[in-house]
């Protein structure tokens, strides 16, 4: 596993650097200082998962998250902050992060993440799962997702429910190819139509709106 770190503070790119040193498997395919740096050596380097601060000079880690899907939306990003704010939780989601750890997490949970991440799942400390649930109790949501259960069996084939169920358990596509028999090509279809039906933008989205209805 490929690994970039990005932090603007050199110390914390050292220490989670040496982290990840202690770890076999894992390789530091390099590390920035800001978001344009971020873009500039993905461009360079074999990247499979980003350590991504949330506070940088210029583009911060929530502009860059995007950024970073946008042009390679297969570099999986892991958001590192020391604020347990809703509004950063939800702006990183948002952006398409595949996982949000607090600084203070320990290095197993780490590389715990990291190897989440890594293989399609998505992964939050459990202290930010907590804010997310009680935010999505009391936010308002589209009309859409207020239907019953029984409209979303409506709106989705059974299959395309299906394939939505295996997103919620952070499967990536060729694993639910596998557990339901597809082809890698067909599930990536499926999870388009399921995005576009239920007008939500990347999966990670798709889960928090499945977690509420289903």
């Given at each position: ?163 939505a169920k295996h997103i919620m358990e952070g499967k990536s596509n060729k694993r639910i190819a596998a557990d339901l028999f597809l082809t890698e090509g067909t599930v990536k279809n499926y999870v388009s139509r399921i995005l576009d039906k239920l007008e939500v933008s990347n999966r990670t989205e798709l889960t928090l709106y499945l977690q509420k209805l289903l």
């Amino acid at each position: 596993m490929n690994v970039m770190v990005a932090d603007d503070q050199s110390i914390v790119r050292e220490g989670l650097k040496m982290i990840l040193s202690l770890h076999e498997g894992i390789q530091i395919s390099g590390e920035a200082s800001c978001g344009e740096e971020v873009l500039r050596l993905l461009s360079q380097t074999e990247t499979d998962v980003i350590l991504m601060d949330i506070r940088m000079p210029g583009m911060d880690g929530i502009e860059t998250t995007k950024a970073v899907k946008a042009r390679y939306p297969s570099v999986k990003v892991i958001i590192l902050t020391t604020f347990e704010d809703d509004h950063y939780i939800f702006a990183g989601l948002k952006s398409g992060a595949d996982g949000y750890l607090l600084k203070d997490a320990d290095s197993d949970e780490m590389i715990a993440s990291l190897q989440a991440v890594y293989e399609g799942k998505m992964m939050l400390n459990p202290k930010i799962t907590v804010s997310v649930v009680k935010a999505l109790n009391n936010m308002e949501i589209p009309a859409v997702q207020k239907e019953p259960r029984t409209k979303l069996k409506e709106i989705l084939t059974p299959r395309e429910l299906d394939v939505a169920k295996h997103i919620m358990e952070g499967k990536s596509n060729k694993r639910i190819a596998a557990d339901l028999f597809l082809t890698e090509g067909t599930v990536k279809n499926y999870v388009s139509r399921i995005l576009d039906k239920l007008e939500v933008s990347n999966r990670t989205e798709l889960t928090l709106y499945l977690q509420k209805l289903l």
